[in-house]
Nanobody, 124 residues
Framework: QVQLVESGGGLVQPGAFLRLSCAASERTFSRYVMGWFRQAPGKEREFVGGISLSGHLTSYADSEKGRFTISRDNTKNTVYLQMHSLKPEDTAVYYC?????????????????WGQGTQVTVSS
């Protein structure tokens, strides 16, 4: 099983840029579809974006399209989430997830492995 560790979260002001990283424990990282999800208090876990094995295909939630960018570096066993123009409503715990195969990017149940999450707080 792959272990995932997120980092890069923190407290930022509205309009800021933040890059989250998710480091995987295995050299077989390139075998996994990767996704980013977020969950705010009292809300359901929400799909943010996903990226294919090679990184050539990506999928984003409509609400984040244009502001967030997913990328991966398989040589470093790491997937990234770049977030621009952050808003208070982006405040949540952000989770990295891995799946050997999926049929629906947005369904959390299709991802078998999850990181512990990293807190992102956007406030003035």
């Amino acid at each position: 099983q792959v272990q995932l560790v997120e980092s890069g979260g923190g407290l930022v002001q509205p309009g800021a840029f933040l890059r989250l990283s998710c480091a995987a424990s295995e050299r077989t990282f390139s075998r996994y579809v990767m996704g980013w999800f977020r969950q705010a208090p009292g809300k359901e876990r929400e799909f943010v974006g996903g990226i294919s094995l090679s990184g050539h295909l990506t999928s984003y939630a409509d609400s984040e399209k244009g502001r967030f960018t997913i990328s991966r570096d398989n040589t470093k066993n790491t997937v990234y989430l770049q977030m621009h123009s952050l808003k208070p409503e982006d405040t949540a715990v952000y989770y990295c997830a891995a799946a050997e195969s999926i049929t629906n990017w947005k369904d959390p149940s299709e991802y078998s492995f999850w990181g512990q999450g990293t807190q992102v707080t956007v406030s003035s």
